[in-house]
């Protein structure tokens, strides 16, 4: 576990923002543009972001300009495949989940080719979640409602999305407190059951089954495991299984296995740190990570650690809110896909029906962004993120106690 701390302000797949010398950025394949060209009756304004897949334009509705006296309900977002890459899947899953339409997903207003490309027109949004969780203040469980009620829409059409993470939560600023969430890109997503779409989910959000490439990997419990850690990391502000640090890994692998098992070697290894050893019948599916007795192969013993206390020493919760939270959390964190809750379960726990109380936020200091004039700013305006305080290495033997403490509060208790 470890805060993020590289900008990942992505827009539907993309990972640049930005207006500055777009074509220096940009592969071979990927559209080159400028603002105010026109992709058929769309003008083009302002450059988002690109990826993989292609190119995020911000633009409007040419033909509808004229008749609408909000601009705005004109602005949409086009994003633009490479040349030659045809493919529809992205399409045929916003198509399945688009009718009838739900305000938690993002909405497929039109898809066309053009110029031999694919092209998708989609609501415009203002940010993602992980730039609005670094640098804004908003009501966490208002956004955790609105991402599994989007989540339970997906699979009760039998989508399964695939690779949930805060870049592919988009939000829209509503009024001074609220936001708008939407799910978005589906270029990894299937039908249940259908064709696995190889598309390289983001390590740290991968459910057990999607590490060790399971066939069965594609249901909507996958999904499910995937939000519970961007659900971990809202009100916690840490990567729950974070591949690139750890604080407490104790466990490294030493065998000379290509880069991608031994990767998801550590992956499992983080997982068993918090959560605990794996089922046995899990452990013999899969030798090729587990010994005969069940054991990860190649590492150390590795400790767990109760959530409950990462989250208080760690993430500075209140025991309260560390226990709602774990509460929360571990259905949605079982190994066994099965023993899984599903998005409505979530929808129906009391710990988001409930309301948070203020003794239970993370204490405050200065702004993270602005001075207390810029602040305050004006009405209908989304208010900057405060930063946390920072644990000094003076402080540390303070920390030490804290942990000790919180382990016997939450010694026994399951």
Same mark, same amino acid.
């Given at each position: 576990?470890?805060?993020?701390?590289?900008?990942?302000?992505?827009?539907? =797949?993309?990972?640049?923002?930005?207006?500055? =010398?777009?074509?220096?950025?940009?592969?071979?394949?990927? #559209?080159?543009?400028?603002?105010?060209?026109? $992709?058929?009756?769309?003008?083009?304004?302002?450059?988002?972001?690109?990826?993989?897949?292609? $190119?995020?334009?911000?633009?409007?509705?040419?033909?509808?300009?004229?008749?609408?006296?909000?601009?705005?309900?004109?602005?949409?977002?086009?994003?633009?495949?490479?040349?030659?890459?045809?493919?529809?899947?992205?399409?045929?899953?916003?198509?399945?989940?688009?009718?009838?339409?739900?305000?938690?997903?993002?909405?497929? #207003?039109?898809?066309?080719?053009?110029?031999?490309?694919?092209?998708?027109?989609?609501?415009?949004?203002?940010?993602?979640?992980?730039?609005?969780?670094?640098?804004?203040?908003?009501?966490?469980?208002?956004?955790?409602?609105?991402?599994?009620?989007?989540?339970?829409?997906?699979?009760?059409?039998?989508?399964?999305?695939?690779?949930?993470?805060?870049?592919?939560?988009?939000?829209?600023?509503?009024?001074?407190?609220?936001?708008?969430?939407?799910?978005?890109?589906?270029?990894?997503?299937?039908?249940?059951?259908?064709?696995?779409? =190889?598309?390289? @989910?983001? $390590?740290?959000?991968?459910?057990?089954?999607?590490?060790?490439?399971?066939?069965?990997?594609?249901?909507?419990?996958?999904?499910?495991?995937?939000?519970?850690?961007?659900? #971990?990391?809202?009100?916690?502000?840490?990567?729950?299984?974070?591949?690139?640090?750890?604080?407490?890994?104790?466990?490294?692998?030493?065998?000379?296995?290509?880069?991608?098992?031994?990767?998801?070697?550590?992956?499992?290894?983080?997982?068993?740190?918090?959560?605990?050893?794996?089922?046995?019948? #899990?452990?013999?599916?899969?030798?090729?990570?587990?010994?005969?007795?069940?054991?990860?192969?190649?590492?150390?013993?590795?400790?767990?650690?109760?959530?409950?206390?990462?989250?208080?020493?760690?993430?500075?919760?209140?025991?309260?809110?560390?226990?709602?939270?774990?509460?929360?959390?571990?259905?949605?964190?079982?190994?066994?896909?099965?023993?899984?809750?599903?998005?409505?379960?979530?929808?129906?726990?009391?710990?988001?029906?409930?309301?948070?109380?203020?003794?239970?936020?993370?204490?405050?200091?200065?702004?993270?962004?602005?001075?207390?004039? =810029?602040?305050?700013?004006?009405?209908?305006?989304?208010?900057?993120?405060?930063?946390?305080?920072?644990?000094?290495?003076?402080?540390?033997?303070?920390?030490? @106690?804290?942990?000790?403490?919180?382990?016997? @509060?939450?010694?026994?208790? @399951?």
């Amino acid at each position: 576990m470890s805060s993020s701390s590289s900008d990942m302000s992505d827009y539907l =797949d993309s990972d640049h923002s930005g207006e500055s =010398d777009v074509s220096s950025e940009l592969s071979e394949g990927h #559209f080159v543009g400028e603002e105010g060209n026109t $992709v058929r009756n769309y003008c083009l304004q302002g450059f988002l972001g690109h990826g993989s897949y292609g $190119v995020v334009w911000s633009a409007f509705n040419t033909t509808q300009l004229y008749s609408s006296a909000n601009p705005e309900e004109t602005a949409v977002a086009l994003k633009i495949g490479r040349s030659e890459n045809i493919s529809d899947r992205e399409t045929r899953m916003l198509e399945l989940v688009s009718d009838p339409h739900h305000e938690n997903v993002i909405r497929l #207003f039109d898809h066309f080719m053009w110029d031999s490309r694919v092209v998708m027109v989609l609501d415009k949004m203002d940010m993602d979640l992980f730039t609005m969780r670094r640098d804004y203040e908003f009501d966490q469980k208002s956004i955790c409602v609105q991402m599994c009620r989007g989540l339970a829409h997906l699979h009760a059409h039998g989508v399964v999305h695939g690779d949930l993470k805060p870049e592919n939560i988009m939000v829209k600023h509503v009024s001074m407190t609220q936001w708008l969430v939407k799910i978005a890109d589906f270029g990894g997503a299937s039908t249940i059951d259908g064709d696995i779409c =190889d598309y390289g @989910q983001t $390590v740290a959000y991968r459910s057990p089954e999607a590490v060790v490439g399971d066939t069965q990997a594609m249901r909507p419990p996958a999904d499910v495991w995937s939000c519970a850690c961007i659900i #971990f990391e809202i009100f916690c502000d840490n990567v729950l299984f974070d591949p690139n640090e750890s604080n407490h890994y104790s466990a490294r692998s030493t065998a000379s296995w290509e880069s991608s098992l031994r990767s998801n070697h550590e992956q499992l290894a983080l997982m068993q740190e918090i959560l605990g050893p794996f089922p046995k019948r #899990f452990a013999k599916k899969h030798r090729e990570y587990f010994n005969c007795k069940g054991n990860l192969k190649d590492t150390k013993p590795i400790k767990t650690f109760d959530m409950r206390v990462v989250m208080i020493v760690e993430c500075d919760l209140a025991p309260q809110m560390a226990d709602d939270l774990y509460q929360f959390l571990r259905k949605m964190l079982m190994c066994t896909p099965r023993l899984r809750c599903s998005a409505t379960d979530c929808l129906a726990h009391s710990f988001l029906s409930t309301t948070q109380e203020s003794s239970n936020v993370p204490p405050e200091t200065a702004s993270k962004a602005v001075c207390d004039e =810029d602040r305050s700013g004006y009405e209908g305006h989304p208010t900057p993120r405060k930063d946390e305080h920072s644990v000094s290495g003076a402080e540390k033997p303070k920390v030490q @106690q804290k942990e000790e403490k919180a382990s016997a @509060q939450f010694d026994g208790v @399951q």
